[in-house]
């Protein structure tokens, strides 16, 4: 009797450890200096999936728009690529050989349609934002340049949606 107690005792502390989430607390903030507003970076509740593979997530929240906005990371081997995602827009942040910018989002992570998400997008930040840094960035320090520059890549007209 006392070993069946024991053994359920571990399997439900063992169930409860899998669904635990592991985080230190911390949460990356700043100022945008848009129209969004601050902005607070935390671990997402979920993660999200990026082709077939689950991915780690962050929530990006502004202090002037109700949406979140949701953040995958896609670790490669001398890089991080970054999905941003909302419910009205997508795009990319990737690096490549320490070159950190914008890309549009490729095709197979893409969820919304592609000329509905372009109508989105101001095409003179992106062009702007090919290029943010030729200098390898820390995770951290990569997420903090990315709310500051992701409000400036929707068009006026769609910063309402948000």
Not at 55 to 77: F, M, P, T, W
Not at 94 to 120: H, M, S
Not at 137 to 146: A, F, N, S, V, Y
């Amino acid at each position: 009797m006392k070993k069946t107690v024991f053994l359920m005792l571990c399997v439900t502390l063992i169930s409860l450890g899998v669904y635990a989430k592991p985080t230190d607390g911390k949460a990356i903030s700043g100022n945008s200096l848009t129209k969004f507003g601050s902005y607070t970076i935390v671990d997402s509740d979920s993660k999200m999936v990026l082709g077939n593979k689950v991915v780690k997530a962050y929530d990006l929240n502004y202090e002037d728009i109700n949406s979140v906005i949701r953040i995958g990371v896609l670790k490669q081997k001398d890089c991080t690529s970054f999905i941003i995602r909302s419910d009205e827009f997508e795009i990319m942040y990737e690096c490549k050989k320490d070159v950190f910018g914008v890309k549009k989002i490729a095709k197979e992570y893409r969820t919304l349609p592609a000329d509905a998400n372009d109508q989105k997008l101001n095409k003179e930040s992106y062009y702007s934002q090919r290029v943010i840094t030729n200098k390898r960035k820390t995770e951290e320090e990569l997420l903090g340049l990315i709310a500051c520059y992701f409000p400036n890549l929707v068009n006026e007209d769609y910063q309402a949606l948000f």
